[in-house]
């Protein structure tokens, strides 16, 4: 078994290898920095080269193709490499895997893979399978070599004129990431969404006024689905993303010390967060803790997991608001930090509260915002949000749990 340790370029590089009269292999060196198992340059007859994965997968040796010399450098081929030998000590055969990604070959066969492999760990699968079901669901039964690139192009107008510019934009990054993982898996097909135009979008700055605040509040409070209120009240006043709220778990809180202690992974950053929850946000997750029917979620899902959030009860809210302008639930987020700021809390208390990175260089990395200051600008900001909610007398007051028998 022929080994050497593959460098980028010089006699060692995938590219100085000779053609024989006979394909042959060199093993990548894996005891050597980097090395890893099973990785191989098949060099043919021809002079073309090929990086091959070599395992033994349930008894059968199996080679797996990871791409050409020309297209892999060596720490880009081992990068794909140690993804498959991933795949192999989970039992998983990625051969056979492409051969079935081959043979079906159709867009609804390829997003049923996608959900597959990547689904458990993507937090924004609830997104995407929206995304999915509204834009390119319909497209299902399709080949993937049948989907042009002007097919994508008309796809993305339609979908700017119905739903928006942003719309598009993420329809377009979906079905390009789509294809891509098809081309990674075995599909030999072009990616129909490469280089078709995105959409220019303005800057997101659309936040509730004073006014629309008073009736998306008193709208929230006339909603029916006790769930879907809790969901939108706790959004606003804690001003999480929808999709951290989604996953809350009872584990993470201590409402005792009213905390929240929100794990790395339920956060677009990557890091993990202790927020502080202002007393109305603990009455209301007191109220669902005694109706929990033993879920590990706060807002458990209605067969397994947990919720993707109350998309129809959002619209009810809205129309019952009559707010006709374009409004996001990820618009709460936005209107909590605005009032934040408008009642006199610091921008980097506010950037803590929301999980940001505050700019500022060798500054921001010693200056720290102490947690009772983070603590003190979550009340205020409820305080002034509840405030403002009250504010108006053409609509019913807001109350938090439990005021409402103390009356």
Not at 113 to 119: C, P, Q, S, V, Y
Not at 213 to 219: K, N, P
Not at 250 to 270: Q, S, T, V
């Amino acid at each position: 078994m022929e080994k050497q340790r593959f460098t980028k370029s010089g006699k060692n590089s995938p590219g100085a290898l000779a053609p024989g009269e006979k394909r042959y292999d060199v093993y990548d060196d894996e005891a050597g920095p980097g090395g890893v198992r099973g990785l191989v340059v098949t060099v043919h007859p021809s002079g073309v080269r090929t990086w091959y994965v070599i395992r033994k997968i349930r008894g059968q040796v199996e080679r797996v193709k990871v791409g050409r010399v020309e297209d892999f450098d060596p720490e880009k081929a081992r990068k794909r490499a140690a993804k498959i030998n991933a795949t192999v000590a989970e039992g998983r055969s990625p051969a056979a895997e492409k051969r079935a990604i081959r043979s079906e070959m159709t867009l609804g066969a390829l997003w049923a893979a996608f959900k597959l492999r990547h689904g458990p760990k993507k937090r924004s699968l609830p997104t995407d399978e929206r995304r999915w079901r509204k834009h390119l669901e319909h497209w299902q039964a399709r080949k993937l070599s049948s989907i042009t690139r002007t097919d994508v192009i008309r796809l993305l107008d339609t979908i700017t004129r119905a739903s928006g510019p942003g719309a598009a934009n993420r329809t377009r990054a979906l079905l390009h990431t789509l294809f891509e993982k098809a081309r990674e898996w075995g599909a030999e097909v072009p990616n129909p969404a490469a280089g078709t135009p995105r959409n220019r979008e303005t800057s997101k700055e659309r936040y509730l006024s004073a006014e629309e605040l008073r009736h998306f509040l008193g709208a929230v409070e006339a909603e029916h689905d006790e769930d879907a209120r809790d969901f939108l009240r706790l959004l606003l006043f804690t001003g999480v993303r929808r999709g951290t709220l989604c996953s809350a778990r009872w584990e993470d809180f201590a409402l005792g010390d009213a905390l929240w202690r929100i794990p790395a992974e339920a956060m677009k950053a990557g890091r993990p967060l202790e927020l502080p929850l202002a007393p109305a946000v603990v009455a209301i997750l007191r109220e669902r803790q005694d109706r929990a029917e033993g879920s590990q979620f706060v807002f458990p899902g209605r067969s397994s997991g947990h919720t993707a959030g109350p998309g129809a009860a959002w619209a009810r809210v809205l129309e019952t608001a009559e707010i006709t302008t374009p409004t996001t639930m990820h618009d709460l987020r936005r209107t909590y930090a605005t009032l934040a700021l408008e009642a006199g809390v610091a921008m980097p208390t506010i950037a803590r509260t929301l999980g940001h990175t505050m700019p500022g260089g060798v500054t921001a990395i010693y200056a720290r915002v102490a947690p009772a200051q983070v603590r003190a600008g979550v009340e205020t900001a409820v305080n002034h949000i509840l405030a403002v909610a009250k504010g108006g007398g053409e609509v019913l007051p807001f109350t938090t749990p439990g005021t409402a028998a103390k009356a």
